[in-house]
C-alpha cells in the first residue's frame, strides 16, 4: 500500500514537473519589448499596453504607463478577447 502511493506521487510530481517544463517553454517563445523601443510606439494607434500588476502592487506603485489599462491577470480569460488581434499587445507587471 504505501510503495503504491509513493508510485502514484512520483507520477504526479512528474506530471507536474513536465507541466511546468512545457510553460517555461511557451514563455521563452513570448517576443519582449524594451523600455525604449516601448517609448516610441506609445502613440501608436495600433499598441495595446496592458498593465497585469497584482492589485496591491499596482496600488503601491507610483509608476504607471501613461494610456495603458489596468486588467486583472488572473482573469485574462475574461478580457484577452475583446483586443483585436490585429493590435500588438503588451503586458507589463513591474
Not at 503504491?4 to 507536474?16: A, D, N, Q, T
Not at 517609448?39 to 499596482?58: K, T, Y
Amino acid at each position: 500500500m504505501r510503495n503504491s502511493r509513493l508510485v502514484s506521487f512520483i507520477i504526479f510530481l512528474s506530471v507536474v514537473l513536465l507541466c511546468a517544463m512545457s510553460l517555461v517553454a511557451s514563455a521563452a517563445e513570448v517576443p519582449r519589448i524594451t523600455t525604449d523601443d516601448l517609448n516610441l510606439r506609445l502613440a501608436d494607434a495600433d499598441l495595446v499596453v496592458l498593465d497585469v500588476r497584482s492589485n496591491p502592487d499596482w496600488r503601491q506603485s507610483a509608476t504607471k504607463i501613461v494610456g495603458s489599462e489596468r486588467v486583472n491577470p488572473g482573469a485574462a480569460n475574461q478580457w484577452a478577447s475583446h483586443y483585436s488581434k490585429e493590435k500588438d499587445i503588451v503586458l507589463y507587471c513591474a
